[in-house]
């Protein structure tokens, strides 16, 4: 019963883990960089992908909790790779706007700097959904 839940945390701490070594190599961490939303790999892919690959290893491929589970992983990973950057794209634009605007000191001081980076690219999707893949198959065969 614990593995549907275990696979999925394991899988997000390995890869948040990675992504704290890797942002450590190049800068100082902080702890916003614990659970940040973008950079390699992506936690919340292999999470979903943790949580297919465990319905799909119990279960098979044809029962309605994979089923579940497959519909969830791709709104999830859709939504990272997609929707994610779009907004990024669009906080950009207005941290430009705010700072154009120097005569107006209210919104420098008041409106906090938005977030630039909040979505993966593809390779980042893809090394997230390799390591749910990995820790469910190994849930599954050690536990």
Same mark, same amino acid.
């Not at 696979?7 to 902080?30: D, E």
């Not at 979505?119 to 599954?140: C, E, M, R």
């Given at each position: 019963?614990y593995?549907?839940?275990?696979?999925?945390?394991?899988?997000?701490?390995?890869?948040?883990?990675?992504?704290?070594?890797?942002r450590?190599?190049?800068?100082?961490?902080?702890?916003?960089?614990?659970?940040?939303?973008?950079?390699?790999?992506?936690?919340?892919?292999?999470?979903?992908?943790?949580?297919?690959?465990?319905m799909?290893?119990?279960?098979?491929?044809?029962?309605?909790?994979?089923? +579940?589970?497959?519909?969830? %992983?791709?709104?999830?990973?859709?939504?990272? &790779? @997609?929707?994610?950057?779009? =907004? $990024?794209?669009?906080?950009?634009?207005?941290?430009?706007?705010?700072?154009?605007?120097?005569?107006?000191?209210?919104?420098?001081?008041?409106?906090?700097?938005?977030?630039?980076? +909040?979505?993966?690219?593809? %390779?980042?999707?893809?090394?997230?959904?390799? &390591? @749910?893949?990995?820790?469910? =198959? $190994?849930?599954?065969?050690?536990?």
């Amino acid at each position: 019963m614990y593995i549907y839940l275990l696979a999925p945390i394991v899988a997000f701490t390995i890869a948040q883990g990675l992504k704290i070594i890797l942002r450590a190599s190049v800068r100082k961490i902080t702890w916003h960089d614990i659970f940040a939303y973008s950079d390699m790999p992506s936690g919340h892919t292999s999470v979903v992908v943790a949580i297919t690959t465990i319905m799909a290893l119990e279960f098979g491929i044809n029962s309605p909790f994979f089923a +579940i589970a497959f519909v969830f %992983a791709t709104i999830v990973i859709v939504d990272a &790779i @997609g929707l994610r950057n779009y =907004l $990024g794209l669009h906080g950009k634009t207005i941290n430009i706007l705010v700072k154009d605007l120097d005569e107006d000191d209210f919104l420098d001081h008041n409106y906090p700097k938005q977030l630039e980076k +909040i979505g993966h690219t593809p %390779a980042q999707v893809i090394v997230g959904g390799i &390591i @749910g893949i990995l820790t469910s =198959l $190994g849930f599954f065969l050690f536990y």
